[in-house]
C-alpha cells in the first residue's frame, strides 16, 4: 500500500483538485459574465464586476504585477485559456492530464481519452482569443467535460487507496472555493437584528448560489426568498447540497477514516483528528452562531484547514526522496 502511494498518491490527490478547479472557474466566469453584461446594459462599472473574479482567488495583485488590464476580455483570457497563468481553465486540464498520464496504470482507458479529448480542445481553442460573447457556451463545455470526468471515474475506477486521495483532492478544492465565494460576500451578511452597511443585491446572492451550483436547491429549500444569512447557511451547513463546505468537509473526513481503516495508516491524530473536529462543528452548527461570531474567522478556518490536510497527506505520502 505504501508502495503504491508512493508513487501515485501525488498525481491521484492533484487530478481531483484540477479537474474540480477547472470547474470551479467555469462556474465562476459564467455567473460574472451575466452580471457583467448586465452592467454593460445598465451603463454600469463592469470592470467592477470582473475585479471580483480576481478577489475570489486572491489574484488582483499579480494581474496587476504582470501589467495587465482590468477589462472583460483580459479577464476572460487570463482564466480561460491563458497557458502562463496557473489557475486558468486551460492549464488545470493541462496539468489533470499530466497527472493523468503518470496515472495511466491505475486509469480506465475512458477516463484518459476523455480528460485527453478535452485538452486538445483547449488546445485547439488557444489558437484565437475568447470573445465575451462565447464565454457562456464556452464554460457550459467545460463544466460538462469535468462532469462527465467526474462521472468516468466514478463509473469506471478501481476503489484502490489511489480513488480514495483523488476524491479527497476534489472535494478539498470544493470547500475551498465555497469558502472563497462566500467570504466575497461576507461584508453583507449581518447579525439578525442588525443592519449591513453595504448595500443588499439579490441578483449577487443568486448569483452566489448559481456559482456554487446551488440556487435550484436553494429555492427547493428556502422558496424565491434570497437573504444573504440564508445564502450563507445553505452553502455552509446544508447536507443535501453536493457543494456545501459541510458536505464536502464530511465527505472527506469519512474517506480518509475508511483510508486509515483499510491500510492501517498511523498518523490519525495528525491528520484526520483536526479535519474531523470540524466536521462535527459543521454538523452541530447553524449559520446564527457563526455570522454572530465572526463570519470570516469561520471561512478563514475552513481554508486554514483544507490547507493543513493537504499539508499532512503531503508529508505523510507525497513527498518523494
Known amino acids: 500500500m505504501l508502495s503504491l502511494l508512493s508513487r501515485y498518491a501525488d498525481e491521484a490527490f492533484w487530478l481531483g483538485r484540477h479537474v474540480e478547479r477547472a470547474e470551479n472557474m467555469a462556474r465562476l466566469l459564467d455567473v460574472t459574465g451575466a452580471f457583467g453584461r448586465d452592467q454593460e446594459a445598465a451603463a454600469g462599472d463592469s470592470a467592477a464586476i470582473w475585479r471580483q473574479a480576481l478577489d475570489v482567488q486572491a489574484d488582483l495583485e499579480r494581474f496587476q504585477e504582470e501589467g495587465r488590464t482590468l477589462t472583460p476580455e483580459e479577464v476572460i483570457r487570463f482564466y480561460t485559456l491563458d497557458g502562463e497563468n496557473p489557475g486558468s481553465i486551460r492549464a488545470c486540464i493541462a496539468s489533470a492530464r499530466q497527472n493523468a498520464l503518470q496515472l495511466r496504470p491505475l486509469l480506465s ?33 467545460i463544466k ?23 476524491q479527497i483532492g476534489r472535494m478539498l478544492e470544493r470547500a475551498d472555493m465555497t469558502a472563497r465565494l462566500i467570504d466575497l460576500r461576507a461584508p453583507q451578511i449581518a447579525p439578525k437584528g442588525t443592519v449591513s452597511r453595504a448595500p443588499l443585491d439579490i441578483s449577487q446572492w443568486t448569483g452566489l448560489l448559481r456559482s456554487a451550483a446551488g440556487l435550484h436547491g436553494y429555492r427547493r429549500v428556502h422558496g424565491a426568498v434570497v437573504t444573504p444569512d440564508r445564502v450563507a447557511g445553505y452553502l455552509i451547513f446544508d447536507r443535501h447540497h453536493a457543494r456545501s463546505i459541510r458536505t464536502a468537509i464530511e465527505t472527506v473526513d469519512g474517506l480518509l477514516r475508511e483510508l486509515i481503516r483499510g491500510y492501517q495508516l498511523p498518523w490519525e491524530d495528525g491528520i484526520a483528528a483536526p479535519l474531523h473536529e470540524l466536521c462535527i462543528d459543521l454538523r452541530e452548527g447553524n449559520v446564527t452562531t457563526v455570522i454572530a461570531d465572526g463570519m470570516r474567522a469561520f471561512l478563514d478556518r475552513i481554508q486554514q484547514q483544507v490547507i493543513a490536510t493537504s499539508d499532512g497527506l503531503r508529508d505523510a505520502f507525497f513527498a518523494t526522496s
Open 144 to 166: 460538462l467535460g469535468c462532469q462527465t470526468h467526474a462521472g468516468i471515474i466514478e463509473g469506471t475506477l478501481y476503489r484502490d487507496e489511489a480513488w480514495y486521495v483523488l
Open 109 to 141: 482507458v475512458e477516463v484518459w481519452e476523455q480528460l485527453n479529448g478535452l485538452y486538445q480542445d483547449l488546445t485547439a481553442r488557444a489558437q484565437r482569443a475568447l470573445a465575451p460573447g462565447e464565454l457562456s457556451a464556452f464554460c457550459s463545455e
